[in-house]
């Protein structure tokens, strides 16, 4: 069984950052790669960023690319996600996943992911 357990998600102006954090529990953290997904109201849940078990590769959607950055602190058991200049349209509710391999797959689907998350919420206003 795996835990995982986001936190850092508020409501922040336009413009802003934050830093959302995700801790895990439950399994060899460092051997599995890492997604960030969102989902926003009335849309289906979207992948946001990718990191592999060593965190040495990285993926973006083209969405977010330039303004967020994944990292993980395997010492920690944690994985995290900077947000930077925030848009209205990254208003969502944020989830992370663990993989069941440890490289970035080249097709990310949500079905590959067995745990999830509860969410986080960040709100972006005007």
């Known amino acids: 069984q795996v835990q995982l357990v986001e936190s850092g998600g508020g409501l922040v102006q336009a413009g802003g950052s934050l830093r959302l954090s995700c801790a895990a529990s439950?399994?060899?953290?460092?051997?599995?790669?890492m997604d960030w997904f969102r989902q926003a109201p009335g849309k289906e849940r979207e992948f946001v960023a990718a990191i592999s078990s060593g965190g040495a590769n990285t993926r973006y959607a083209d969405s977010v690319k330039g303004r967020f950055t994944i990292s993980r602190d395997n010492a920690k058991n944690t994985v995290y996600l900077q947000m930077n200049s925030l848009k209205l349209e990254d208003t969502a509710v944020y989830y992370c996943?663990?993989?069941?391999?440890?490289?970035?797959?080249?097709?990310?689907?949500?079905?590959?992911?067995?745990?999830w998350g509860q969410g986080t919420q960040v709100t972006v206003s005007s």
């Open positions: 439950g399994r060899t953290f460092s051997s599995y790669a």
């Open positions: 996943a663990v993989d069941t391999v440890g490289y970035i797959r080249r097709e990310i689907r949500k079905t590959d992911f067995a745990f």
